[in-house]
Nanobody, 129 residues
Framework: HVQLVESGGGSVQAGGSLRLSCAAR????????MGWFRRPPGKEREGIAV???????AYAESLKDRFTISVDNAKNTLYLQINSLKPEDSATYYC???????????????????????WGHGTQVTVSS
């Protein structure tokens, strides 16, 4: 039984930083794609970044300067470092995971429909000005 559990969200002031974590419990695929998405209040879900088991990454162009995705395979944990937070970063942040690598980077690069098998329940980030 696979579970993705996000943590690390909270309320911060603009300019601050957060590191979100996504613990992938029971997820043991050799090849994988994992990603971070967010849904601001009243808006559509937005892709932030993905990383595959080859270590390749892709970022949304407008976010790449402040967001960093990484994974600790030994801990089965995905991270998202967010710096210089802005009020418009306020959203529920979700992690996702799926098998394979061939489709992964296109999820962000061309907005391809993600083929993730699992999604977390989200962690809330609120940025005040």
């Amino acid at each position: 039984h696979v579970q993705l559990v996000e943590s690390g969200g909270g309320s911060v002031q603009a300019g601050g930083s957060l590191r979100l974590s996504c613990a992938a419990r029971g997820y043991t695929y050799d090849t994988y794609c994992m990603g971070w998405f967010r849904r601001p209040p009243g808006k559509e879900r937005e892709g932030i970044a993905v990383i595959d088991s080859d270590g390749d990454t892709a970022y949304a162009e407008s976010l790449k300067d402040r967001f960093t995705i990484s994974v600790d395979n030994a801990k089965n944990t995905l991270y998202l470092q967010i710096n210089s937070l802005k009020p418009e970063d306020s959203a529920t942040y979700y992690c996702a995971a799926g098998q394979g690598v061939g489709w992964c980077l296109d999820v962000i690069r061309v907005g391809a429909e993600p083929d993730f098998d699992y999604w977390g329940h989200g962690t809330q980030v609120t940025v005040s000005s």
